[in-house]
């Protein structure tokens, strides 16, 4: 069975960084795309960042620059980078694991607030 767990969320100040992880229980991480999703209160959940199973990478706009998604295939985990962290930033976080069956972690919460 294959499972997907965040690490990583926290409380931060505006202007500081945080590094989410994703780990992908199985043997399936080097065949699946890996995609990072956020949901902030009252709104839908939105894509922040994919990463192909290949390495190419694609961003939300909002994003662009300030966080940098990668992957460890040797350790079947996803990274999610983000500096520069804004208020607007404040969600949960999802990782999604796709294109070798669809899977997704529980979520972990990323706050920014002074």
């Known amino acids: 069975q294959v499972q997907v767990v965040e690490y990583g969320g926290g409380l931060v100040q505006p202007g500081g960084s945080l590094r989410l992880s994703c780990a992908v229980s199985?043997?399936?991480?080097?065949?699946?795309?890996m995609g990072w999703y956020r949901q902030a209160p009252g709104k839908e959940r939105e894509l922040v960042a994919t990463?192909?199973?290949?390495?190419?990478?694609n961003y939300a706009d909002s994003v662009k620059g300030r966080f940098t998604i990668s992957r460890d295939n040797a350790k079947s985990t996803a990274f999610l980078q983000m500096d520069n962290l804004k208020p607007e930033d404040t969600a949960v976080y999802y990782c999604?694991?796709?294109?070798?069956?669809?899977?997704w972690g529980q979520g972990t919460q990323v706050t920014v607030s002074s």
């Open positions: 999604r694991s796709y294109g070798f069956g669809e899977y």
């Open positions: 199985g043997s399936i991480f080097r065949f699946s795309h």
């Open positions: 990463v192909t199973k290949g390495g190419s990478t």
